[in-house]
């Protein structure tokens, strides 16, 4: 069993999430809480997805095949800022290839990696449902960005670094150390 223990805070919008299930049927709620631990945390370490487990009673197994099913699910350290543009056939028709190879040189890195100033993390990503506002990508599984031309790619990358350096977005590599 794990050290780690979950947050009041965490625990209570969690309460809230198993409200909407059956009182034997907990482990509904386990991508919620997932997602409210990752919040807090910036990524699920196998001591944040085992606290998960004990809090809803599941074994540890069974919500890391969980975690590690969602792509929205980090189970490794990520920049402040998760960018995640997609690659599917309609976005690739409309430019997304090319708005990903121009986001890959701006940033230094490729799919998969993260800056070395911990501001961002590239992942090519599946489809996000807005192909009529190709190339279409989300950041931090919150924010979508449509029809991201390379100068729309330049400001919001900007736009990001600079709330990175002001400390928002999600809790950085800092967290994992």
């Not at 907990?26 to 001591?47: C, F, I, N, Y």
Request: net charge negative; aromatic share 6%; proline share 4%.
């Amino acid at each position: 069993m794990s050290a780690m223990t979950l947050s009041e805070d965490i625990r209570r919008k969690i309460d809230r999430e198993l409200q909407k299930y059956p009182p034997d049927q907990k482990q509904s709620a386990v991508l919620s809480a997932l997602a409210l631990a990752q919040d807090e945390h910036g990524w699920l370490s196998t001591d944040v997805m085992d606290a998960v487990a004990g809090y809803l009673g599941m074994q540890p197994v069974s919500v890391y095949e969980v975690a590690t099913f969602y792509t929205m699910c980090n189970v490794k350290p990520q920049g402040r800022f998760k960018i995640v543009i997609c690659t599917n056939l309609p976005c690739a028709l409309s430019g997304a290839n090319q708005a990903a190879e121009h986001l890959k040189r701006k940033l230094g890195v490729d799919f998969g990696q993260t800056t070395s100033d911990g501001k961002f993390t590239l992942k090519e990503g599946e489809c996000l449902g807005a192909c009529g506002d190709a190339p279409v990508l989300i950041v931090n599984d919150r924010r979508m960005c449509g029809f991201m031309s390379n100068a729309r790619l330049d400001e919001l990358v900007g736009e990001l670094s600079e709330a990175a350096d002001r400390g928002e977005g999600r809790p950085g590599l800092e967290s994992s150390k």
